[in-house]
């Protein structure tokens, strides 16, 4: 899918140009999914706008319905992708937005998993290949 507009320096736009290596999950007209490379859990996806967009309050209204569809869509792949008991879907806006594009965090729950409110402790997946994987789980369940 063509990239239209971003900011050079923003990392999320170049994930979606493809000029940043990413572990792609969704590529869509409504916004753009790759796995979080220190995820709270493993299959801890982003979903970002196409367009470069900091908050949500510069998302454009036409824009609202079709990427949060496509949030409600992967909080449900990631779920019956990967076995999960449920998600955790956040988003951070200015205040602790580590990247200054707006983005939605779909993380996988299961019961006793050790997350306690908002303290996100971070781990790293073993191997590219098992990043793969893991992006093409919840890109099969998105289908």
């Known amino acids: 899918m063509a990239y239209s507009s971003g900011v050079a320096d923003c990392?999320?736009?170049?994930?979606?140009?493809?000029?940043?290596?990413?572990f792609v999950v969704a590529d869509e007209p409504a916004g753009f999914a790759f796995l979080d490379t220190r995820p709270v859990f493993k299959g801890h996806t982003l979903v970002v706008p196409r367009e470069h967009a900091v908050v949500l309050a510069d998302l454009p209204a036409d824009q609202l319905a079709p990427y949060f569809g496509?949030?409600?869509?992967?909080?449900?792949a990631v779920e019956e992708g990967l076995g999960a008991g449920g998600t955790f879907v956040a988003m951070n806006n200015k205040v602790s937005q580590s990247v200054a594009h707006l983005h939605v965090h779909v993380v996988p729950r299961t019961k006793g998993d050790g997350l306690r409110g908002?303290?996100?402790?971070?781990t790293r997946?073993?191997?590219?290949?098992?990043?793969r994987e893991y992006a093409g789980k919840i890109s099969a369940a998105l289908s």
């Open 118 to 122: 908002f303290f996100w402790p971070r």
């Open 70 to 76: 496509l949030v409600q869509r992967l909080s449900v």
């Open 125 to 131: 997946y073993a191997s590219d290949d098992e990043a």
């Open 11 to 22: 990392l999320f736009c170049g994930i979606v140009s493809g000029s940043v290596p990413g």
